[in-house]
């Protein structure tokens, strides 16, 4: 039997944009076609609040964004300064290595965001770039962005942040932050299926573009090969480098026409209650969560401590109370915790259901749990 899907991505997709896939796939020079991606374009820009910002949609999946954020920006040699705050932080420093830079890496304790001092210690040897993982998949950590990124361009460092488990969930504001160049795929908290990589560059990203010494080492990401196809499409014209995922971007446009209904400041609202009560939940049947601190809490999903004597089983007990969540990525949490998304077009109904199954799955492990528990704190912060 379906269950519900509540893991950090792909999450629950809504029928209508589902509906917007099964068509016939549009030539991807055809007038219809520019009409989809030109709206795509434009509702990218609005969720990820960079009205300066150049969206490039392009058929991949996430890891692809971020090999085009930083394989255009990044030359052999260059410093790179990565906030690891996790499983994709270290995913950003090992792609920087591949493309030959030096990588400064600043780290931190799984659940934990390192010091800014040790932050501004890396900057001050000089960097092209800093990364920031905005929420890392693999803790469940946001990174506060908001003071980091003008912190890298006090030192003359462009920004790039991934934000492959929050844009869409978690507030951001690409401009007004100061982030250069930020990305996602289109399976997390844009409620589309996998399969579109999304990079929005400002033009501080594209004049650096402008100024490398060298190619950009990888054909496909390249964005002098985008851009025009970007450009024309923004204008409402076809234009081809590579073959768009047409039935995806039909899905990415019905899905933003959704998200642009709902407006960001109420999207962003509704992360943060659905977060607020699953975390009220979490705390009636005594589980920890890995975040250290409630307000580097991730609004797109928690990760979450096994209690003691409680191990992977759980995520089969829940899956056979209903609902799918995910085990542990990051190397030192494998076993030791679970991970449960909760971002995209999510309500009440699924985040009671979810509760309801990790109580019943707890009880069936022997573990005392009072029976709606979790889904009574919820309830109880939903009415607050
Ligand atoms: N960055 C983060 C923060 C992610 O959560 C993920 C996917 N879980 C990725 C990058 C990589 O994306 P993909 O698996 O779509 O390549």
Redesign the pocket.
């Known amino acids: 039997p379906r269950t519900l899907l509540m893991i950090?991505?792909p999450v629950e997709v809504d029928p209508e944009v589902l509906a917007a896939m099964a068509r016939p796939p549009l030539s991807h020079m055809s007038s219809a076609f520019a009409v989809l991606m030109q709206e795509s374009l434009d509702g990218l820009r609005e969720v990820f609040d960079a009205p300066d910002g150049q969206p490039f949609l392009i058929p991949?999946?996430?890891?692809?964004?971020?090999e085009m954020a930083l394989a255009n920006l990044v030359e052999p040699g260059d410093r790179v300064v990565v906030v690891d705050t996790?499983?994709?932080?270290a995913?950003?420093a090992e792609l920087a290595e591949w493309l030959d830079a030096h990588v400064i890496r600043v780290t931190a304790e799984p659940g934990a965001l390192p010091d800014e001092s040790q932050i501004e210690a890396a900057l001050q040897q000089g960097a092209k770039v800093l990364t920031l993982?905005?929420?890392?998949?693999?803790t469940g950590v946001v990174a506060p962005v908001e003071r980091w990124a003008p912190l890298a361009h006090r030192y003359g460092a462009l920004v790039v942040v991934?934000?492959?488990?929050?844009v869409g969930g978690q507030r951001f504001h690409q401009t007004a932050w100061e982030v250069d160049v930020a990305l996602t795929?289109s399976?997390?908290a844009l409620a589309v299926p996998?399969g579109l990589?999304i990079v929005v560059a400002r033009p501080s990203a594209l004049e650096a573009y402008r100024r490398r010494r060298t190619r950009t080492r990888s054909y496909y990401a390249d964005w002098g090969k985008w851009l025009p196809v970007m450009e024309a499409f923004q204008a409402g014209r076809p234009a081809y480098f590579a073959t768009p995922a047409v039935n995806l971007v039909a899905a990415m446009a019905v899905s933003l026409r959704c998200i642009r209904a709902e407006g960001m400041e109420a999207r962003w609202a509704r992360h943060e209650r659905i977060a607020r009560a699953f975390r009220a939940g979490m705390q009636s049947m005594e589980l920890e969560m890995v975040p250290r601190d409630p307000a580097w809490a991730a609004v797109t999903l928690s990760v979450i401590y096994y209690p003691n004597g409680i191990d992977d089983r759980l995520i089969r007990e829940i899956e056979a109370a209903g609902v799918t969540v995910a085990g542990a990525?990051h190397p030192a949490l494998r076993g030791r915790s679970f991970r449960v998304g909760h971002m995209g077009e999510i309500g009440l109904p699924a985040l009671l259901q979810t509760l309801s199954a990790i109580e019943i799955a707890l009880r069936r492990l022997g573990h005392p749990v009072t029976p709606g528990a979790g889904v009574a704190a919820a309830q109880a912060e939903w009415t607050r």
């Open positions: 950090p991505g991949g999946s996430g890891t692809l964004a971020m996790g499983y994709f932080a995913r950003m993982t905005h929420v890392d998949t693999s991934d934000g492959v488990c929050a795929g399976q997390k996998p990589a990525i």
